[in-house]
T-cell receptor, first 118, second 110 residues
Framework: EAQVTQNPRYLITVTGKKLTVTCSQNMNHEYMSWYRQDPGLGLRQIYYSMNVEVTDKGDVPEGYKVSRKEKRNFPLILESPSPNQTSLYFC?????????????????FGPGTRLTVT | GQNIDQPTEMTATEGAIVQINCTYQTSGFNGLFWYQQHAGEAPTFLSYNVLDGLEEKGRFSSFLSRSKGYSYLLLKELQMKDSASYLCAVASGGSYIPTFGRGTSLIVHP
C-alpha cells in the first residue's frame, strides 16, 4: 500500500530533551516536506526537500533540523524542544511533475504526530 | 509571498450546495490546490487548478479566476461526512511549492 508513515504518533516530552520524528514514504517521491498545524494558524511549512541531500527552509524553520540521506526517509529533529513547539506535525511527499519536473503536485500526508513539550 | 484568505467557518444543511471561497494576492501564479481534512486526520488532495475555469470531479467542483485572484470549491448534495476543514493552497512567486491558507471549517447539519 502506497503510504507515508510517521513515528511516533504521540509524544510527550520535556523542554530540552532532543527528539526525532521519523517520516518514511514508499512511493519513490522526490519531494518531501514537514508541516506544523496549530489552531487558527493552519498548516505552516517547516522544511522541505526536493531530492536526496537537498533541503531548504520553509516558513517556520527555527528550532528544527532535517536530513535527507535517502529518498524514502525525511526525519525531523528537535535538538532542544521548547513548549512553543507543542503542535501537530505532518510529513508529506509528492512526485515532481510538469516540464523539468519542478511542479509539486498532489501531496500525500502522513497520519500526523501530536507533540507536547512541557 | 502570498496572502491567502478563506472564511473561518461555514455551516450548511445535508443535501444542500455550499461554496467555499478562497482569495489570494500574489504574482507569478503556478497553481491552486484544495485539500480536505477531517478532524484529527491528515489532509487529502481534492483538486488542482492552474487554468481559468471549472474542474468537476463528482460532487466536488473547483473554480479558478487568475485575473481576480479567486477560487471556490463547490460541494453538491452535501453529506454529513463532508463536515471537515477545507484547505486552499497556492503555489506562486517563482515557487512551485504551495503555501496553505488557514482553512475553512465546514459543519453539515441534518
Amino acid at each position: 500500500e502506497a503510504q507515508v508513515t510517521q513515528n511516533p504518533r504521540y509524544l510527550i516530552t520535556v523542554t530540552g530533551k532532543k527528539l526525532t520524528v521519523t517520516c518514511s514514504q514508499n512511493m519513490n517521491h522526490e519531494y518531501m516536506s514537514w508541516y506544523r498545524q496549530d489552531p487558527g494558524l493552519g498548516l505552516r511549512q517547516i522544511y522541505y526537500s526536493m531530492n536526496v541531500e537537498v533541503t531548504d527552509k520553509g516558513d517556520v524553520p527555527e528550532g528544527y533540523k532535517v536530513s535527507r540521506k535517502e529518498k524514502r526517509n525525511f526525519p525531523l529533529i528537535l535538538e532542544s524542544p521548547s513548549p512553543n513547539q507543542t503542535s501537530l506535525y505532518f510529513c508529506a511527499s509528492s512526485p515532481r511533475t510538469g516540464e523539468d519536473k519542478i511542479l509539486v503536485y498532489e501531496q500525500y500526508f502522513g497520519p500526523g504526530t501530536r507533540l507536547t513539550v512541557t | 509571498g502570498q496572502n491567502i484568505d478563506q472564511p473561518t467557518e461555514m455551516t450548511a444543511t445535508e443535501g444542500a450546495i455550499v461554496q467555499i471561497n478562497c482569495t489570494y494576492q500574489t504574482s507569478g501564479f503556478n497553481g491552486l490546490f484544495w485539500y480536505q481534512q477531517h478532524a484529527g486526520e491528515a489532509p487529502t488532495f481534492l483538486s488542482y487548478n492552474v487554468l481559468d475555469g471549472l474542474e468537476e470531479k463528482g460532487r466536488f467542483s473547483s473554480f479558478l479566476s487568475r485575473s481576480k485572484g479567486y477560487s471556490y470549491l463547490l460541494l453538491k448534495e452535501l453529506q454529513m461526512k463532508d463536515s471537515a476543514s477545507y484547505l486552499c493552497a497556492v503555489a506562486s512567486g517563482g515557487s512551485y511549492i504551495p503555501t496553505f491558507g488557514r482553512g475553512t471549517s465546514l459543519i453539515v447539519h441534518p
